[in-house]
């Protein structure tokens, strides 16, 4: 997830990691406030795969500046990333889809179909496990966690308004 939001970060521009951990909670900070212990080792792995570059760079008092920008073929990498399987863990599903539809926008028009009807027919399955879960006449649940399943339900159905919303502005 967090090299997705580092490969649309230095999509407009060279940064420095402090300069890329703010941008980054700057336009995503709604859903995650990764620290530069998570961003580091995340640019070490796109730096692995050569899909990043560092640039060093010494202003005139001597002070190291190191700068990360995207090398040649970035955008594979950026689809790979995007395309791998979500997870089947609701709780990092929904972290997951939160980060990609955050930048979609780098997809063209075909791909973004693509991943939208994927995200629909695995909220379909989580609102369907949900609601079996509730109408489960031999399952006992208590005052909270119906409470919490009930929740759930209507999360799952928000979010499927949301991705239907986004597929029709496409």
Do not use: C
């Not at 995007?82 to 780098?106: D, G, H, K, Y």
């Amino acid at each position: 997830m967090i090299e997705l939001l580092i490969l649309y970060s230095l999509n407009k521009r060279e940064r420095t990691l402090y300069s890329l951990r703010s941008d980054i909670t700057e336009k995503f900070g709604y859903f995650t406030k990764p620290s530069v212990g998570t961003i580091h080792p995340a640019l070490k792995r796109l730096l692995n795969a050569n899909v990043i570059t560092v640039r060093n760079d010494y202003s005139q008092g001597g002070k190291k500046s190191t700068y990360y920008g995207l090398a040649l073929h970035w955008t594979k990498k950026f689809h790979d990333l995007f395309f791998t399987p979500l997870s089947e863990n609701p709780t990092q599903f929904f972290t997951e889809v939160q980060s990609r539809i955050a930048v979609m926008s780098l997809l063209d028009n075909e791909l973004k179909h693509t991943f939208i009807e994927d995200i629909l027919i695995k909220l379909e399955s989580f609102q369907l496990d949900l609601q079996n879960a509730l109408d489960d006449e031999y399952v006992t649940y208590d005052k909270y966690q119906l409470a919490l399943l009930k929740k759930n339900i209507k999360d799952v159905e928000n979010f499927k308004a949301l991705v239907k919303t986004l597929e029709e502005n496409l």
